[in-house]
């Protein structure tokens, strides 16, 4: 096996056995609460006792409710996203300033729409918005069949929308379904619920680049369409539209609503930015590994599987944070990842082996998986159910702009050995074109700018 499948196994034994204690946990807390409930009357050794109270088998059915839908949409999400930059790059051959132009697109699509899909949703019912992005999605997957331009500016107009409702509405449904459901109760906890959607959308992923890396772009788009059409089957909900005054403004001048949406807005940019420049990162410190010499084409569909078994390790390390610990809270946890997710980005700029970018960006997915699940759980303890939808959309435009900012000065180029530039072994120096000096230069300001959040996070935020 060459290095990149050596990591991807590593982590597959890795997730394996924080999933199986995990498990373990999982089981131990079901019979503490049956013993405490007096219900083991029934139990011998040996024997699970089988007979749940209400409280589990709301949140069993709850649970058999809302994650085949999420597996869905998130398998066609996980399909085709990867791959749009080689896609685009490699098989439409479209230079690296038309592609940051269709990515800006798709960013400025998202910002826009995230005014009002929210409350469209909050107002109208959060099922139908489901049903909506999923159309969305479709019909981004289908433009890529096209080498017509406008046509994939459009398509990347719609994939901006989609992905705008795909993290606003189905968040916002499960959380008010969980209060609705008073799930509380039970040992179905929120943060728990987060964890575990990070955990699924991450094997997901690994799938999902596993199956890409079989197949060349754009089959992955092809499959993905038909996973979306697939999951707009009707989910039940007792999400009812949300009729009742808003107090939008108070609560968006809340301290710690603007703490989480500054937050959001520079790690999550930050992650947008990686997603876009990781490829062409890679791709160049291979060159300068290679001396520009022919050598293997990366194999970025494993790549991505490992980058997504580093975040489902990140949701695995938050879920056993939770529930081993009781000073160990989201606040801290979000405050550490965003500081250690800094460290990531700085260290590729100083340390240029192919292997160490790989593995400074496996720590930042890490990050990645750890971020969400606070973050989520953070956002449903602050924000209420009647404006939720709406609030959620609205924090997702000042990451949108701030990605769109800094995709708009992207210029072409790539490491080069050739003619006058040259590497000095013993000082690690080298030149570089345009391109890879804009790379570094913005992975240097996300690094200082996650840093800004995190004294942020301690000084505002409070669990």
Same mark, same amino acid.
């Given at each position: ?136 999605? +479709? ?63 991450? =094997? ?132 550490? +990842? =965003? ?63 701030? =990605? ?28 570089? +074109? ?18 800004? +959040?995190?004294? =942020? ?7």
């Amino acid at each position: 096996m060459d290095f990149y499948q050596v990591n991807l196994f590593a982590f597959v034994l890795l997730n394996s056995s924080l999933i199986y204690r995990q498990h373990r946990r999982e089981k131990a807390a079901d019979l503490s609460e049956k013993i405490q409930a007096g219900e083991t009357e029934n139990l011998i050794d040996g024997d699970d006792y089988d007979s749940s109270p209400p409280e589990q088998d709301r949140a069993a059915t709850f649970k058999k409710l809302f994650f085949p839908v999420y597996v869905l949409v998130w398998a066609a999400d996980w399909l085709q996203g990867p791959f749009i930059y080689t896609l685009y790059k490699d098989e439409k051959h479209l230079s690296e300033p038309t592609v940051a132009r269709l990515f800006t697109t798709g960013f400025l699509a998202g910002a826009a729409s995230a005014f009002f899909v929210g409350s469209l949703a909050d107002r109208y019912g959060r099922r139908s918005a489901c049903l909506v992005c999923c159309a969305t999605i +479709v019909l981004s997957c289908l433009s890529v069949l096209s080498d017509d331009i406008r046509v994939l500016f459009v398509g990347r107009a719609l994939g901006g929308l989609g992905t705008t409702l795909m993290y606003t509405v189905f968040e916002a449904w499960m959380v008010t379904e969980y209060n609705q459901r008073a799930l509380q109760r039970s040992s179905l906890k929120l943060s728990g619920i987060f964890g575990l959607m990070i955990t699924v959308s991450s =094997v997901v992923a690994v799938a999902a680049g596993l199956v890409g890396q079989l197949l060349r772009p754009p089959k992955p788009h092809g499959i993905s369409k038909i996973l979306e059409a697939a999951s707009r089957r009707p989910v039940p909900s007792r999400n009812p539209p949300q009729n009742q005054p808003r107090t939008l403004t108070s609560k968006a001048v809340d301290r710690q609503i603007l703490t989480l949406g500054l937050a959001s807005c520079c790690f999550e940019g930050s992650m947008y930015l990686f997603i876009f420049f990781w490829s062409p990162a890679l791709k160049s410190s291979h060159a300068l590994a290679h001396h520009n010499q022919p050598s293997n084409i990366l194999p970025f569909g494993i790549i991505f599987a490992c980058f997504m078994g580093a975040m489902m390790s990140g949701s695995q390390l938050f879920t056993a944070a939770m529930a081993s610990t009781n000073w160990l809270t989201s606040r801290v946890i979000l405050q550490a +990842v =965003v500081t250690v997710g800094s460290v990531s980005l700085l260290a590729t700029i100083f340390f240029r082996n192919e292997f160490v970018t790989f593995w400074c960006f496996c720590l930042f997915e890490v990050c990645v998986g750890m971020y969400f699940p606070s973050m989520g759980y953070l956002k449903g303890k602050v924000i209420d159910d009647g404006n939720r939808a709406h609030l959620y959309g609205l924090l997702r435009i000042p990451y949108n702009v701030f =990605v769109v900012v800094a995709l708009s000065l992207t210029q072409e180029g790539e490491y080069y050995l050739s003619g006058r530039p040259q590497i000095d072994k013993e000082h690690w120096l080298i030149w570089c +074109v345009p391109g890879d000096m804009y790379r570094e230069i913005i992975f240097m300001c996300c690094s200082g700018l996650l840093l800004i +959040v995190s004294a =942020v996070i301690g000084v505002l935020l409070h669990d």
